[in-house]
Nanobody
Framework: QVQLVESGGGLVQAGGSLRLSCAAS????????MGWFRQAPGKSREFVAT????????NYADFVKGRFTISRDNAKNTVYLQMNSLKPEDTAVYYC????????????WGQGTQVTVSS
């Protein structure tokens, strides 16, 4: 059974930082592109960042470029999202996802972790 478990969310002031983690189990982690998505209240889920299997290729949504960094540790089956210079508009539930098709589609999703940025 595949499980993706996010952690690291919380309440932070604007300008602060958080590091999200997503621990994967039940799959061959290194075969999967990993991604982070988010969903704010009343809005659709949106793409944040992806990292390819080896970790060398990363893609970001324009609104997080220069502030967020996605990384992965294949030995620990974990993907991370370092979030700096947080803004109130970054408030959302953040989800990690795993897909074998290079980020075209995602096969597995975590339950999400809440990030709240106060002004």
């Amino acid at each position: 059974q595949v499980q993706l478990v996010e952690s690291g969310g919380g309440l932070v002031q604007a300008g602060g930082s958080l590091r999200l983690s997503c621990a994967a189990s039940g799959l061959t982690f290194s075969y999967y592109t990993m991604g982070w998505f988010r969903q704010a209240p009343g809005k659709s889920r949106e793409f944040v960042a992806t990292v390819q299997r080896s970790g060398s290729i990363r893609n970001y949504a324009d609104f997080v470029k220069g502030r967020f960094t996605i990384s992965r540790d294949n030995a620990k089956n974990t993907v991370y999202l370092q979030m700096n210079s947080l803004k109130p508009e970054d408030t959302a539930v953040y989800y990690c996802a795993a897909g074998v098709r290079g980020g075209v589609t995602f096969d597995y999703w975590g339950q999400g972790t809440q990030v709240t940025v106060s002004s």
